[in-house]
Antibody
Framework: QVQLVESGGGVVQPGGSLRLSCAAS????????MHWVRQAPGKGLEWVAF????????YYADSVKGRFTISRDNSKNTLYLQMNSLRTEDTAVYYC????????????WGQGTLVSVSS | QSALTQTASVSGSPGQSITISCTGT?????????VSWYQQHPGKAPKLLIY???KRPSGVSNRFSALKSGNTASLTISGLQAEDEADYYC??????????FGGGTKLTVL
């Protein structure tokens, strides 16, 4: 079955950097687009970024554009999110999610990794 | 990028039906048949309930149904059960190759 395991979260100071990873298994990773979605404590879901299956086309929310970079290594079945110039408002649980077949839905989610930006 | 608009909370008794609405614009909900719905229990990852406006993934109960009219999408849960108590989020593809979520609706089963 689909398994997505995020890692790399932690505490970082404002202005710092962090790289999240999402290890995928149970499906043919290189045929699915992948998303990052975050959820601030006690708040709703916020879409962060999307990368198409081939890794060339990438899309970002305005709130992270120019600071975050989504990438993937299809040889390692792994998705990444490089986060630079972190702000306190980036504090959230970050989920990776796969598209549900060739649809707009996000059909498989990891358990999330917590990123806390604080001085 | 403003979020889609959802009612903050809704409640119902076991066996009843409830409907959650999700309002966007012609650039997202109204412009594409790419609305999806998610259920999230406390401390858990979201779960896909509906994709492409009306379609249910395999394994999702047929008590969950959805439709769209203009810029507003809606999710109906029939035959409410205690385990349906959760937060529900809508999401839509938005022009410019981005996605947007609603603010979420907290469902309380009385």
């Amino acid at each position: 079955q689909v398994q997505l395991v995020e890692s790399g979260g932690g505490v970082v100071q404002p202005g710092g950097s962090l790289r999240l990873s999402c290890a995928a298994s149970g499906f043919t990773f290189n045929t699915y687009g992948m998303h990052w979605v975050r959820q601030a404590p006690g708040k709703g879901l916020e879409w962060v970024a999307f990368i198409r299956y081939e890794g060339f086309n990438k899309y970002y929310a305005d709130s992270v554009k120019g600071r975050f970079t989504i990438s993937r290594d299809n040889s390692k079945n792994t998705l990444y999110l490089q986060m630079n110039s972190l702000r306190t408002e980036d504090t959230a649980v970050y989920y990776c999610a796969k598209t549900y077949y060739d649809s707009s839905g996000l059909g498989g989610w990891g358990q999330g990794t917590l990123v806390s930006v604080s001085s | 990028q403003s979020a889609l608009t959802q009612t903050a909370s809704v409640s119902g008794s076991p066996g009843q039906s409830i409907t959650i609405s999700c309002t966007g614009t012609s650039s997202d909900v109204g412009g594409f048949n790419y609305v999806s719905w998610y259920q999230q229990h406390p401390g858990k990852a979201p779960k896909l309930l509906i994709y492409d406006v009306t379609k249910r993934p395999s394994g999702v109960s047929n008590r969950f149904s959805a439709l769209k009219s203009g810029n507003t999408a809606s999710l109906t849960i029939s035959g409410l059960q205690a385990e349906d108590e959760a937060d529900y989020y809508c999401s839509s593809y938005r022009s410019g190759d981005t996605w947007v979520f609603g603010g979420g609706t907290k469902l309380t089963v009385l």
